[in-house]
Structures are given as structure tokens and as C-alpha cells.
């Protein structure tokens, strides 16, 4: 198994543009979820899904899409990057069993210019 | 307002020494408590995570401990080694919500040989 896996690795933006950070599991799990991390800050919550189809926002999602496309695939949009979005992004997933933790990819780290 | 505090904020000890990481949480109510370790450049991965009911679990040289009453929890490293130079980040649900965590800020360890 793979576990999490995100593309880009890393990616550098100028403000304004739009690219979309894709994110697959092969658990089978029906949780996933989309965080961002920034220096002396904890992991905030952008958008999550609880099962396919569905997508709620989370605790920043201002700025940002998502699109669960299937149960292994949960992609994330930025339309028109600013500056205020360069920070490291993490996918997650999260299995349905009581007691579980999630699981994360190795990030994407994206610098808007 | 629901707060996941970590102490200290970063540490280093030698190779071989025990360690303890400190977790007091304002969070209300209280279903459960994670810590992660996230090592550099990577995505946090779970180490253990306690319910209300228990006080002590372990996942080989790692022991977290839970006081529900005072809110606190702490994570033991014993023996520690190189490899556990990382970042551990206690996390909590935000009022029980499993789909809305709090993250600590972490406590950044260093293992020097």
C-alpha cells in the first residue's frame, strides 16, 4: 500500500494563478481531509470529506475548492492564489473504525509569489 | 475558548535519555486525546490516542498518560534515540467533534548522539 500520496511535492505560484493540489488514498477510507500548516500555527482544517460526494468546510476554507472525485481521490483548488496561501498543505484520510487516527501524506509545499 | 497547550516548546536531550512532553487542553466536552510525531519535511503520524476512560497507553517506547481531571496528558520517551528527533503534537477534538480537531503547536525534540 501507498497509503497517502499528494502531488505536487512543491510548487511555486504567481498571484493570481490557479493550480489544484491532488491527493489519493488506496485504505479504502471514507474520511479525508485537507489541512494546512504554517510556521507557529497548528495543523488548521481548509475542507474535509466524510464519504464521497460529500465535502464540508472546515476551520479556513476561504480561497480554497475541493472535489471529491471518488473514494480515493480528494482534490484541492486554489483559483486565484495570494500570498497568504504559501504555506505546506497536507491530505489525510481517516479510517471509519471508533479510536482510529489519520493518515497524511508527505505534503505539498506551496510558495505564492 | 477550546485550547490545546504544549510544553515545552522544543527540547534536547542525549541519546539514551528519558524525556517527558507536556499536553493541557481547555476543550469541552472531552471524547478523546492524539499525539503525533511529525518528522521533517513529512506528514504527523499517530502514536497513540486515549479516551476518557484511560489513564495510560503505550506503543513501544512511547507512553502517553491522560488526567482527565486536571486535563492534562504527557508522553514518555524512554531510551530515547536519534530516529525521535521530530516534532510530537498533542491534538484534541474540538467538543467532541472527531471531524474538527484542535493541534497543539507541538513540542520539537532533539536527540543528540
Known amino acids: 500500500n501507498a497509503g497517502v500520496t499528494q502531488t505536487p511535492k512543491f510548487q511555486v505560484l504567481k498571484t493570481g494563478q490557479s493550480m489544484t493540489l491532488q491527493c489519493a488514498q488506496d485504505m479504502n477510507h471514507n474520511s479525508m481531509y485537507w489541512y494546512r500548516q504554517d510556521p507557529g500555527m497548528g495543523l488548521r482544517l481548509i475542507y474535509y470529506s466524510a464519504s464521497e460526494g460529500t465535502t464540508d468546510k472546515g476551520e479556513v476554507p476561504n480561497g480554497y475548492n475541493v472535489s471529491r472525485l471518488n473514494k480515493r481521490e480528494f482534490s484541492l483548488r486554489l483559483e486565484s492564489a495570494a500570498p497568504s496561501q504559501t504555506s505546506v498543505y497536507f491530505c489525510?484520510?481517516?479510517?471509519?473504525?471508533?479510536?482510529?487516527?489519520?493518515?497524511f501524506g508527505p505534503g505539498t509545499r506551496l510558495t505564492v509569489l | 475558548k477550546n485550547q490545546v497547550e504544549q510544553s515545552p516548546q522544543s527540547l534536547i536531550i542525549l541519546e539514551g535519555k528519558n524525556c517527558t512532553l507536556q499536553c493541557n487542553y481547555t476543550v469541552s466536552p472531552f471524547s478523546n486525546l492524539r499525539w503525533y510525531k511529525q518528522d521533517t519535511g513529512r506528514g504527523p503520524v499517530s502514536l497513540t490516542i486515549?479516551?476518557?476512560s484511560e489513564n495510560t497507553k503505550s506503543n513501544g517506547r512511547y507512553t502517553a498518560t491522560l488526567d482527565a481531571d486536571t486535563k492534562q496528558s504527557s508522553l514518555h520517551i524512554t531510551a530515547s534515540q536519534l530516529s525521535d528527533s521530530a516534532s510530537y503534537i498533542c491534538?484534541?477534538?474540538?467538543?467532541?467533534?472527531?471531524?474538527?480537531?484542535?493541534w497543539g503547536l507541538g513540542t520539537s525534540l532533539a536527540v543528540n548522539p
Open positions: 489525510a484520510s481517516r479510517p471509519g473504525l471508533a479510536g482510529s487516527g489519520q493518515y
Open positions: 491534538v484534541v477534538p474540538n467538543a467532541g467533534n472527531n471531524r474538527k480537531l484542535i
Open positions: 486515549m479516551t476518557f
